[in-house]
């Protein structure tokens, strides 16, 4: 069984400085790891996506987010806020090859001011 | 080239009514999902389509949810009768064949509010 632990509920950033959003993870088999984020009214979009490959993954807008298989985590990051990145964000894990199901953690909501 | 598109983007019904809420995948796109995210709670698992085949059901709460996928293009969640318990926001997500680590791609979800 796979699950999710998002370990912020809410991160309050101001513009410029760094964000961080915490995810641990558990996976039976070695899981796929993805960060979605979904803006006010909008869909769920792909941030960035780990699959076996490098552990440190660069996405999109300037996040990245770092595989750790010993700690069982994979947050994410950005070295300067922006006000456009105040949304809700989502790290996500789906399991081994045939496993089509997405599992979300709770989600964290990053508020940036100004 | 569109996205996923669902319809209604918000809908509002009273207990024991019944809402059909509609996805249009992209086109192309054999694999569809249907995911939901209750009040509070995280985003859950409901079915998978593979064109008009369900390929696993096992996320749907009861048999008040039926999924349809005629013709392999748009699915229908129909929601019959509808309890108070059903509020929350109801995602559609598609992806092309092959592989599972594909990206599947979401739509913006319908808020459906029961009272």
């Known amino acids: 069984a796979q699950s999710v632990t998002q370990l912020d509920s809410h991160v309050s950033v101001s513009e410029g400085t760094p964000v961080l959003l915490r995810c641990n993870y558990s996976s039976s088999y070695s899981p796929s790891l993805f960060w979605y984020v979904q803006h006010p009214n909008k869909g769920l979009q792909l941030l960035l996506k780990?699959?076996?490959?490098?552990?440190l993954v660069k996405g999109i807008n300037g996040f990245e987010a770092e595989f750790k298989k010993s700690e069982t985590s994979f947050h994410l990051t950005k070295p300067s806020a922006h006000m456009s990145d105040a949304a809700e964000y989502f790290c996500v894990v789906s399991e081994s090859a045939n496993d089509y199901k997405l599992s979300f953690g709770a989600g964290t909501t990053v508020t940036v001011r100004a | 080239e569109a996205g996923v598109t669902q319809f209604p983007s918000h809908s509002v019904i009273e207990k024991g009514q019944t809402v059909t809420l509609r996805c249009d995948p992209i086109s192309g796109h054999d694999n569809l999902y249907w995911y939901r995210r209750v009040m509070g709670k995280e985003i859950k698992f409901l079915l998978h389509f593979v064109k008009e085949s369900k390929q696993d059901e096992s996320g749907m709460p009861n048999n008040r949810f039926l999924a349809e996928r005629t013709g392999g293009t748009y699915s229908t969640l129909k929601v019959q009768p509808a309890e108070l318990e059903d509020s929350g926001v109801y995602f559609c997500?598609?992806?092309?064949?092959?592989?599972?680590?594909?990206?599947?791609?979401f739509g913006q979800g319908t808020r459906l509010t029961v009272v």
């Open positions: 997500a598609s992806s092309q064949p092959h592989t599972w680590n594909t990206e599947a791609f």
């Open positions: 780990y699959t076996s490959a490098a552990t």
